[in-house]
């Protein structure tokens, strides 16, 4: 069987038996602490948890995951073996409250044996018995079930069922919540099949895990017990390329000869072919049990091959579903399978551009299934270009820098090891298998040590404010705010008054306040209390689903209100311009959507009552004409004066044309935000009634945020008219200036920027010509020449310049160099490669040099450059300096 028959064949198999087939969710997960979706139980956790009631009781799929970073990493692995993967799929059968242990069991037997004829003989099944001190009790019920087969089959049961402890045969979603046994199924794949399951779970590929059934039937509560759960659920996970590989390499179970490999499939063999032809070399299928010792180049190439084709399909998904390369967290992951795959293609000599042409090969391929591979596969091969380019560059540096070091030495520091994966992109594990094939060995203890203060200084970079709650035993706020006709004198009662360290901060029962949330600020206003004293609540924000009011009073003087009436009265005028500027952040995603594609998705927004931020997914800058054609196309619908509708339905009938956030938590009901002919969105915010209301949109700037991150910056309304205004004021000041109509102003200052790079330029050949005239001071110091010039009312970079030119072309040892302008002080430092080896560096030096006028400098051995803030301690300190004296007093 082909891949696709296998896969339509299982979910046909589940469709008969009562399931709804359900389309594969995002590879980027809804649960926010995870990198990927890297199992197929993670878009059906909330229904697990009891978050959310499920439409259908049966289920079936197949979810597309990622394990390459976090707790599930097969990153390391990819490639050194036949069946690790960073990209797989994973079929799937789900019971939610429906049928258990019988069926699910019953079920796979008759797939796997009766549809898909796998030779009885050759399969396992495993049942949880728990070690002392493990978690519940022997799962008799799936040993019972799994006897009867067996036994029906005319099979030893005591033979094909094996135990496992918690580690095999156990599952926990985490320390609490839903868990259960586990019963796997396992396949022989030795050539006579009759190993009597001795290697079940021994970590051979030749009896190997394929399909594993879950049995959701406790909950781990936090004193380390265990209940049994109201409802039960069945969570299966099979591996399509296991699968589809056993059928390929075993011809339809006719031949059980070759050693099984996933990569024996039609979901990697074209990849591979278009790799030989590329490479001129022919893939053999050869592993290795250890990747840090690849002992032969011919094994080293058929892992890199593994590699290839592996991480390219990753990469076609992740990036098809929005997920863009990046310096942090799962984009970073998605950069390192990247890089990894190119420094790969270099022992194979592959063309420039080859991860693009391959990804082409994987929409081909999987195109009738996974439709976004194709809605999205020029973004795919643009990015994966962009970063091939971007990488190269980089990657010649980090080459020639690794060959200069491995040259000199037969051990690589620590800090050399992480200089090149922080500044060049070198994973730890290229940089030692580079290493292993020059015969040299990594201080890998240095490298994490230097890791690890990177992650310490990331995490002290972090500031989080979190308002003290604890004693606050207050009740769910019920928030009445989205109806106007609330935001005026509405009653309510004072549950309860709560200080922190710089606020007072009032809870009521009920409240038309919006708190802080999903990116829009909070309201602001005034709260009236029963004796007629007034307050002004200065920000609302929203925690453990408690609205708390910021109010501008005293703690000692709201807390004799407490359980007291109340009338509170938000700014309604701040808050129609903040609700204004939200419906606008979704006018904005449908026209960024529109212009740039599908994959951009929103990464973030700051809604405020006079502008608006967006942040979303995409690889590059902005050009003038899409930035222009996405704020016209929103004030196209703004003119349109489109109604705004907002319903509430069941999360699971939600729209299928509607947007939903990542990291954002959905519960049974979502509230929809519709634009007629534009855009629909989930959304708990407030919002405009109708398009017309916003006026017009302008875009003030967008900016890089983040690699594959942009920011767009833009207001409405009065404040657009209001920033418009100040454009044109300037531009008619310029025209005035210049003496200059509006149409001939960009002419006019095109030829003044001629002009001025004309005079620059005579200036410096000027200034190089009197070089030789600047010397200040020259003295031979240990048969090393050394100079200094100093020069004023000069830039630094003309100083930098000039300094540079007289090192290369005057050949001192030692050039310090001192300019000053704008009542600022600047040095430079140049040493040679004879002074270095006699002990001088331009970056100890430097240091020297500044450190009696208070200042500091950097740089490296050749060169080094630092600031002083007052040009006048420069001058009083160059009066009084003498080279010789200061060369031989700092000598390292």
């Known amino acids: 069987m082909k891949s696709k028959e296998i896969r339509q064949s299982f979910l046909n198999f589940f469709e008969n038996k009562g399931h709804r087939i359900v389309a594969s969710s995002s590879l980027l997960p809804e649960t926010p602490n995870l990198l990927f979706t890297n199992a197929g139980m993670n878009p059906f956790v909330p229904y697990f948890l009891g978050e959310r009631c499920p439409q259908y009781k049966r289920i079936a799929d197949t979810q597309k995951c990622i394990r390459a970073g976090g707790k599930h990493n097969d990153l390391e692995e990819v490639g050194f073996d036949t069946y690790h993967h960073t990209f797989f799929e994973m079929l799937g059968n789900w019971s939610l409250g429906d049928y258990f242990k019988e069926e699910a069991i019953r079920w796979a037997w008759e797939l796997l044996t009766q549809v898909w004829h796998f030779p009885k003989e050759r399969l396992y099944a495993t049942v949880y018995r728990p070690e002392v001190g493990e978690p519940a009790s022997f799962d008799e019920e799936a040993y019972t079930l799994w006897e009867k087969i067996f036994l029906a089959e005319g099979m030893d049961p005591s033979v094909h069922i094996l135990v496992g402890n918690k580690k095999d045969n156990f599952w926990m979603m985490g320390d609490t919540g839903p868990c259960g046994p586990c019963s796997e199924i396992h396949m022989d794949l030795t050539p006579q099949g009759d190993t009597q399951g001795r290697w079940v779970n021994q970590g051979d590929v030749r009896c190997i895990e394929i399909w594993n059934l879950v049995f959701m039937q406790y909950n781990a509560l936090p004193n380390g017990t265990f209940e049994l759960l109201k409802n039960k659920f069945v969570d299966t ?6 699968v589809a590989g056993i059928f390929s390499t075993t011809q339809n179970f006719k031949d059980f000869s070759q050693t099984p490999s996933n990569y024996d499939s039609d979901l990697f063999t074209p990849l591979l072919h278009q790799l ?31 590699i290839i084709a592996d991480h390219v399909r990753a990469l076609t998904f992740a990036i098809a579903d929005g997920i863009l390369p990046g310096n942090e967290g799962r984009h970073y992951v998605l950069r390192r399978i990247i890089r990894r795959a190119i420094l790969f293609g270099q022992k194979l000599n592959l063309p420039n551009g080859f991860l693009a042409d391959l990804s082409r090969i994987v929409v081909q391929h999987m195109h009738t299934f996974f439709k976004e591979c194709v809605q999205q596969s020029e973004t795919v091969r643009t990015v994966l270009n962009n970063e091939e380019r971007a990488f190269k560059m980089t990657l010649q540096k980090g080459l020639h820098l690794f060959e200069k070091w491995s040259c000199d030495n037969a051990y690589l520091s620590g800090e050399q090891a992480f200089l090149l994966y922080d500044t060049y992109g070198f994973p730890l594990d290229l940089t030692q298998l580079m290493a292993k094939e020059k015969g040299i060995t990594i201080d890998t203890v240095q490298f994490n040590v230097r890791m690890q203060e990177q992650k310490g200084r990331s995490k002290a970079a972090l500031k989080k404010t979190t308002i003290a709650m604890q004693e606050s035993n207050s009740l769910k706020t019920h928030f009445v705010g989205y109806n106007l006709s609330n935001c005026t004198a509405y009653e309510s009662i004072i549950n309860d008054c709560i200080q922190d360290t710089n606020a007072s901060y009032v809870i009521t029962a009920s409240t038309p306040f919006y708190a802080e949330k999903g990116g829009q600020v909070g309201d602001s206003g005034q709260i009236i209390f029963q004796d007629g004293t007034v307050g002004e609540i200065v920000n609302t924000c929203y925690q453990h689903q408690i609205i708390l009011h910021q109010v501008a009073l005293p703690y000692s003087t709201i807390i004799k209100y407490k359980h007291t009436p109340v009338i509170l009265s938000v700014n309604v005028e701040r808050r129609k311009h903040i609700t204004n500027h939200h419906t606008a952040t979704h006018i904005l995603h449908w026209a960024l959507r529109k212009i740039l594609g599908e ?7 700051w809604v405020q009552a006079d502008q608006l931020r967006f942040d ?20 196209e619908k703004i003119l349109e004066n489109l109604p705004v509708s907002i319903f509430e339905v069941p999360f699971d009938q939600r729209p299928n044309d509607c947007l939903a956030f990542f990291g954002d938590k959905y519960g049974d ?16 915010g407030t919002h405009a009634t109708r398009t017309g209301d916003l006026g017009i949109l302008k875009i003030k700037q967008e900016s890089a945020v983040a690699a594959g ?33 509006l149409q001939k102003l960009h002419e006019r200052f095109q030829l003044l920027q001629q002009q001025k790079i004309e005079v620059e330029k005579r200036y410096q050949q000027a200034l190089q010509k009197t070089a030789s005239q600047l010397v200040a001071e020259t003295v031979t110091y240990n048969t090393l020449c050394c100079v200094r010039f100093v020069l004023q009312s000069v830039d630094t970079h003309t100083l ?19 300019g000053e ?10 040493c040679s490669e004879k002074a270095i080896q006699k002990g001088f560096t331009a970056a100890a030096l430097i240091q020297q040099l500044l450190q009696p006028l208070g200042a500091n400098g950097g740089g490296k051995a050749d060169f080094a450059s630092g600031g002083v803030k007052r040009s006048i301690d420069l001058r009083q300190y160059l009066q009084i300096f003498l080279l010789e004296k200061f060369l031989n007093e700092n000598k390292i």
């Open 616 to 635: 979303f997914s995409h690889f590059e800058k902005l050009s003038e004409t899409a930035i222009a054609d996405i704020e016209r196309l929103c004030c």
């Open 599 to 605: 994959h951009v998705k929103q990464a973030g927004s």
């Open 800 to 818: 930098k310049n000039l300094s540079k030119q007289y090192f290369n072309e005057q050949k001192p040892d030692v050039l310090c160099s001192f």
């Open 821 to 830: 302008q704008a009542q600022k002080g600047f040095v430079f430092v140049f």
């Open 669 to 684: 009901t979502v509230r929809v935000v519709q634009i007629l002919n534009c855009s629909k969105e989930l959304c708990g």
């Open 237 to 242: 996970g099979m591996g399509f390329e296991r």
């Open 709 to 741: 991150v942009r920011r767009i910056e833009a207001t409405v309304g009065v404040h657009a008219m209001q920033h418009i205004n100040t454009y044109i004021t300037c531009v008619r000041q310029l025209e005035k200036t210049m003496d200059c109509p």
């Open 276 to 306: 030989e032809q590329w490479s001129g070399y022919k893939y053999g299928g050869r592993v290795t049990a250890n990747s840090q010792n690849i002992v032969d180049a011919a094994t080293l190439r058929d892992c890199a091959f593994r």
